[in-house]
């Protein structure tokens, strides 16, 4: 399974940006989420959809701000931030796991980060 997670960049405080991440390789009845890892802090669960994308969760800092979906196909998953904040800003990294998408679960397959940068 590969994630190919793209839509990072700098946006001033307030404003909104959109991230999306596809799979390939059979990512079937597969939770996918976002985590992210500021400079000098832990990765830490974002958001995640169940495979059939009818249940999601997130974490609190984000809720209200940020809603995620699933396409379709089921296959590739977006994040959409908006009202962000300063303290927003890390590189966000798509997950996808046969499991439950959680803090503290092992996650089947990472994708490579993308970097988002709010600026105050």
């Known amino acids: 399974v590969q994630l190919q997670a793209c839509g990072g960049g700098l946006v001033q405080a307030g404003g909104s940006l959109s991230l999306s991440c596809a799979a390939s390789?059979?990512?079937?009845?597969?939770?996918m989420g976002w985590f992210r890892q500021a400079p000098g802090k832990e990765r830490e669960f974002v958001a995640q959809?169940?495979?059939?994308?009818?249940?999601?969760s997130y974490a609190d800092s984000v809720k209200g701000r940020f809603t995620i979906s699933r396409d379709g196909t089921k296959n590739t998953v977006y994040l959409q931030m908006d009202n962000l904040k300063p303290e927003d800003t890390a590189i966000y990294y798509c997950?996808?796991?046969?499991?439950?998408?959680?803090?503290?679960?092992?996650?089947?397959?990472w994708g490579k980060g993308t970097q988002v940068t709010v600026s105050s």
């Open positions: 997950a996808a796991n046969r499991g439950i998408i959680a803090p503290g679960y092992a996650m089947d397959h």
């Open positions: 390789g059979g990512t079937f009845r597969y939770a």
């Open positions: 959809s169940g495979w059939s994308g009818r249940t999601t």
